[in-house]
Nanobody, 118 residues
């Protein structure tokens, strides 16, 4: 089984920054994509960013482009989300996810709360 553990969430003022981390363990890892999703109160979960295993291509939700950066450290089996210029609308629980088949994110972390005050 795969375990994903997020960390780095917290309370920050608008305009501030946070860096989320997600460490994976529990299975022999080879080829996998990783991503971040988020869910705000009363809203559905939405995709935020993803990074592929082979070419490190990255993909972003339009509203976070230029502010968020996803990266990975394959040696540590960890994915990061650097979030800058945070806005109150970024407030949500952030989840990391792992996919062995592109687009099929079937392993999820427990989530970490990000709250941005105005």
């Amino acid at each position: 089984q795969v375990q994903l553990v997020e960390s780095g969430g917290g309370l920050v003022q608008a305009g501030g920054s946070l860096r989320l981390s997600c460490a994976a363990s529990g299975r022999t890892f080879r080829r996998y994509d990783m991503a971040w999703f988020r869910q705000a109160p009363g809203k559905e979960r939405e995709f935020v960013a993803a990074i592929t295993w082979s070419t490190n291509n990255t993909y972003y939700l339009d509203s976070v482009k230029g502010r968020f950066t996803i990266s990975r450290d394959n040696a540590k089996i960890t994915v990061y989300l650097q979030m800058n210029s945070l806005k109150p609308e970024d407030t949500a629980i952030y989840y990391c996810a792992l996919a062995y088949i592109r687009g099929n994110y079937n392993y999820w972390g427990q989530g970490t709360q990000v709250t941005v005050s105005s």
